[in-house]
């Protein structure tokens, strides 16, 4: 058989994407105050800010989207909906949100309480957001390994069980009402989390009898790695596993926007009938009617067939191949990332790309302009900017849209970044010139250091 992995699709409708001139994108980037959020989306050619909600849909979903049902109460959508979702996750309450923070929210708002501690393996932002919104500690517990982006090691998701069961005795089991295992550890540069480490920690949960619950966000990108990596995985299928992971855990919260395959959504899912009551409750006062959580009956359609779709192993083979074959060839001509390379994003070290830059002159913003001045490509800065001086590292992350990038656009993003590394000790730091009270990356202005910026040629 043929050893080249090509996109498992043919593509039946095309949006045009638009060229700029680097003297129009320095324009811009000055315009947008050297923050990529700023600019308008049809200034870029490559825009790799985020694999949430910015997948291509299939025939399928689009056939499915057809068929919702926009009843306010008992739709058929919602029906195929839950049977779908419950396939795979096997839990037997299924609460649509409109996205997967909305399942955060309604979740610690009902199981925390001030004083409360979450362990996770790393909490993603609005995750940690929902708990301390509570007056509870998001606690993060990842391995070690998981600390050193240039360290290679299968599953550098993996939760630190020991010392989660050192947190449950010095914390008391009634402080902790559950633990989460985010799958993949998105924060930890998207790297998966063993079907071991999810037996060990669901039997110590289980011990103290503490609910676990799945950040399900990437369940099958997850699958994927345990087929490939971890002994007795290798002929299952990747909706067995995810069956089998599910099977360890009481409930899990999802964004339908990643593994769901879809633009919108989420939902939120438990085994216990009292906490779902407690939970439609909430979801009824702020998302909807549970039957529908804020979402359209089309967009239940479109994720019902979603997370299936995530599960075929065509799909799955191609998915992180065109991820890691970005990784391996920047990695190649040196390039530092996060290794290995994760299943959603490509995760580059921008300290160690840009040593003269420190960290207060945000060389990780720095390169994500470089990158845009040279080839148009959006990516995002993960590091000071983002979490101020706790920052531990500075990443520029280049998160890849599902299905939307064929291998010829992944080249050329190769190409530039390797352009850009090869020019890189011409590029200069940023400094702010206005920041919000709270998640200010989103809106912060910066200028630069000295006033040549950008590689000059
Ligand atoms: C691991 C993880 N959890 C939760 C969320 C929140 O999901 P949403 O953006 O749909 O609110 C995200 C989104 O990126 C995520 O990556």
């Known amino acids: 058989m043929a050893k080249t992995i090509i996109e498992p699709f043919r593509i039946k409708s095309v949006e045009p994407i638009r060229w700029t001139t680097r003297p129009e994108r320095e324009e811009l980037l000055q315009v947008a105050h050297y923050n990529l959020f700023l600019l308008p989306a049809e200034d870029v050619l490559i825009d790799l800010l985020t694999d949430s909600g910015t997948g291509a849909m299939s025939t399928n979903q689009w056939a499915a989207i057809m068929q919702g049902d926009e009843s306010y ?23 649509p949100t409109h996205q997967g923070r909305a399942a955060e929210r309604i979740l610690f708002g009902v199981v925390c309480k001030k004083g409360d501690v979450v362990p996770n393996n790393t909490h993603f932002d609005t995750t940690r957001a929902n708990v301390e919104f509570v007056g509870a500690e998001a606690r993060d517990l990842v391995i070690a390994e998981g600390k050193q982006p240039g360290l290679i090691h ?18 008391g089991r009634e402080r902790i009402p559950l633990v989460m ?26 011990r103290y009898k503490i609910p ?35 099977s360890c855990g009481d409930g899990c919260t999802m964004s339908a926007k990643k593994d769901g395959m ?65 990784g391996n060839h920047i990695a190649a001509q040196g390039v530092p990332i996060v290794q290995p390379p994760g299943g959603h ?60 990038y064929t291998q010829s ?10 352009e850009v590394w090869d020019q890189r000790d011409k590029i200069h730091g940023l400094k702010l010139t206005y920041e919000a009270p709270f998640l200010r990356h989103f809106t912060a202005q910066l200028e630069p250091v000295e006033q040549a910026v950008g590689v000059r040629r």
């Open 345 to 404: 994003a490509i995760y580059i070290d921008a300290r160690a790309f840009l040593p003269h830059i420190p960290a207060d002159q945000f060389p990780g913003v720095a390169l994500a302009a470089e990158l845009y001045l040279e080839g148009g490509i959006r990516s995002v800065e993960i590091g000071t900017l983002m979490f101020g001086a706790a920052a531990k590292m500075d990443l520029v992350r280049l998160a890849i849209p599902r299905r939307v």
């Open 262 to 326: 879809a633009n919108i959504g989420g939902f939120l899912c438990t085994n216990d009938d009292l906490l779902a009551q407690q939970e439609k409750d909430l979801l009824i006062l702020t998302e909807g009617y549970p039957t529908y959580g804020g979402l359209a009956g089309r967009d239940l359609e479109a994720i019902a067939v979603g997370v299936q779709e995530a599960l075929e192993e065509d799909y799955l083979r191609y998915r992180i191949a065109s991820t890691a074959y970005l």
């Open 181 to 206: 295992l985010t799958v993949t550890n998105n924060s930890g540069g998207g790297q998966p989390v063993s079907m071991e480490n999810v037996r060990a920690v669901s039997a110590v949960c289980r």
């Open 409 to 418: 656009h992944i080249d050329y993003v190769v190409e530039v970044i390797l």
């Open 73 to 95: 109460a008992g739709s058929k959508s919602y029906d195929r909906f839950r049977s779908s979702i419950q396939e795979i996750v096997g839990y037997r309450h299924v609460i």
């Open 212 to 246: 676990l619950y799945f950040d399900a966000c990437r369940f099958a990108e997850n699958a994927w790695f345990i087929k490939q990596r971890e002994p007795g995985y290798e002929s299952k299928t990747p909706k067995q596993i995810a069956q089998e992971m599910f």
């Open 154 to 171: 299968p599953f550098k998701g993996n939760m630190d069980v020991a010392a989660l069961e050192e947190v449950i005795q010095r914390v």
